[in-house]
């Protein structure tokens, strides 16, 4: 596929699919609840969302519990011209220990985070699919450390197998990441300082610890 802007792309089949007469449903993968803010905030303008919270890449579990808390208390909180529902995903964390062998040792934004990418939009197509969703995405985009091409592929890919629509997506344009920023800080949110995995936590740590280490010499 080649690289198109993929906010353009959204906002085209949005015009395209949306209407106040017409109203179609959203499965909308979310890794947190700061990603999901200007998601929700932008999405729930024109589809009827209903959050899916699944990632078993999540260490450790008390991270997990707390992240969907958060997430949950959001969705509850958030004020939407449609619908906002929640749904939470099995924390089959082992699925994505047997996803990740053999690429435990690379740098986080590589392959490894890819098929992290690819085994949760998976898991949010399926489900799109089995309950009869008009499209599915993700929040990963927001991010400005996730690949926005890569993700879109995937959804593409994953279109085409589950045939349910993919919203394409870079929410982080038009400042969306700042905007997520500012939601998170308004209903002062739990933001986590690694994205969520054991390794990207070591990796993370590593890096503050080199830091500390060179404030000391």
Do not use: W
Not at 106 to 135: I, N, Q, S, T
């Amino acid at each position: 596929m080649n690289k198109l802007n993929y906010h353009q792309k959204m906002l085209e089949m949005i015009k395209e699919h949306c209407s106040e007469e017409r109203i179609p449903k959203l499965l909308l993968h979310s890794c947190c609840a700061p990603c999901s803010s200007y998601c929700l905030e932008l999405l729930s303008q024109y589809f009827e969302v209903t959050v899916f919270y699944y990632n078993p890449n999540i260490y450790p579990p008390e991270e997990y519990t707390m992240r969907v808390a958060e997430q949950e208390r959001f969705v509850q909180e958030f004020p939407a011209k449609h619908k906002i529902s929640f749904v939470e995903g099995t924390y089959d964390t082992e699925k994505f220990y047997a996803m990740a062998k053999g690429m435990e040792n690379l740098k986080e934004g590589g392959e490894r985070c890819f098929a992290c990418y690819e085994l949760r939009l998976r898991e949010a197509a399926e489900y799109a699919k089995e309950k009869g969703f008009d499209f599915f995405t993700t929040t990963l985009s927001i991010s400005p450390l996730k690949n926005a091409q890569k993700l879109n592929e995937i959804g593409a890919k994953l279109e085409e197998e589950y045939g349910v629509k993919y919203l394409y997506s870079d929410f982080k344009k038009q400042n969306g990441y700042k905007r997520s920023t500012e939601i998170s800080n308004e209903y002062e949110m739990y933001r986590q300082y690694y994205c969520g995995c054991v390794y990207s936590k070591k990796q993370r740590d590593d890096e503050i610890a080199a830091k500390e280490r060179e404030r000391e010499e």
